[in-house]
């Protein structure tokens, strides 16, 4: 499994990269390039993907958890089974985006709600 924790690549170019349960957690991507990118079962807790283009990208099974997604561009996008619970979707074209499955307990959408999709009741 490949580490990039913390790791700083802003701005970076990675068209078609194979990153399958990849550690990403709290990594800067911002303004990447991910498109055709496979980031199935990756954990992206915390990671900042603003700005970047993820394009035809897999996040099957991903964890994106409290990530920031703010004007990404999710064209095409697999989404099936994400956990996006408290990640930053502000500006965000979901027209067209696959999110069957995805948990968005705490996301903030790209209309400015909070969704509670996916929340778990607690009984009292």
Known sequence: ???????DLSGANLINVKL????LIGANLS?????LANLSQANLTGANLSK?????????DAD??????????LRGAILDRVN????NLTGVNLTGVNLT?????????????I???GCMAIDN
């Open 1 to 7: 499994m490949c580490n990039l924790q913390d790791a």
């Open 20 to 23: 399958v349960g990849a550690s």
């Open 31 to 35: 303004q990447v390039n991910l498109s």
């Open 52 to 60: 970047a283009n993820l394009s035809l990208v897999n996040f099957t």
């Open 64 to 73: 994106l958890t409290r990530a920031n997604l703010s004007n990404v561009e």
């Open 84 to 87: 996006l619970t408290g990640a």
């Open 101 to 113: 499955g995805a948990k968005l307990c705490g996301t903030l959408m790209p209309d400015g709600n």
């Open 115 to 117: 969704s509670s999709e």
